[in-house]
């Protein structure tokens, strides 16, 4: 039980600190793209002349909010799970049936990971966007087109994240087998809007 709970404190610790980042990268990530859509609105509808580069950050920002977040949904227990049958086998059943299953998530989510870097590295990551371009000189006298490859990096961040957070899991419901869920700290819970992170 000690060597895993010497390999879980600095992971969760790590996953915490990492997470806690995330999430504020990602609330950004999604004002901004609440920001761009509330632009595409006015100019589309008011004005009656639709700006081409509004649905594109848009995507963008939602890509990295997903990404970012999704980690720490995981980590929370967010995600939509029916858990039913695991509460009503025994104990020891359950926890065996959680932990072939997170190593089954480990096993999807490295594949996931391989193709993420294939679409970051590979021939779509050389695209550029159609419409976004980011100034390359301090007077904004030239710009360049964002390349494809930094919204699909969404992907791989995201996934590498998921990972992390996937084997914290697993070491957390190995420990938990054998009686050491006391000896854990507690995954944080979310908190509500208007509180402190």
């Not at 081409?52 to 980690?71: K, N, S, Y």
Request: glycine share 8%; with cysteine; proline share 5%.
């Amino acid at each position: 039980m000690g060597p895993l709970l010497a390999v879980l404190t600095p992971i969760s610790h790590v996953n915490e600190h990492m997470l806690r980042l995330g999430r504020s990268i990602g609330a950004v990530a999604m004002a901004l793209m609440v920001v761009a859509i509330l632009i595409q609105v006015f100019f589309r509808y008011i004005l009656n002349n639709a700006l081409p580069w509004p649905d594109e950050a848009a995507r963008f920002f939602m890509l990295w909010m997903t990404g970012l977040m999704a980690p720490t949904a995981f980590r929370r227990g967010g995600f939509v799970a029916i858990d039913m049958l695991l509460v009503a086998l025994p104990r020891v059943l359950g926890s065996v049936i959680n932990i072939c299953l997170l190593l089954l998530s480990l096993l999807v989510l490295v594949v996931a990971s391989n193709i993420g870097y294939n679409e970051v590295t590979g021939f779509g990551g050389r695209f550029t966007t159609a419409a976004l371009y980011i100034p390359t000189a301090l007077d904004f006298s030239e710009y360049m087109r964002v390349p494809r490859s930094w919204m699909m990096a969404s992907l791989l961040v995201g996934v590498w994240m998921l990972v992390s957070v996937n084997v914290e899991l697993i070491l957390r419901a190995i420990i938990a087998l054998f009686g050491g869920k006391d000896r854990m700290t507690p995954i944080p819970e979310a908190v509500s809007i208007g509180g402190s992170d």
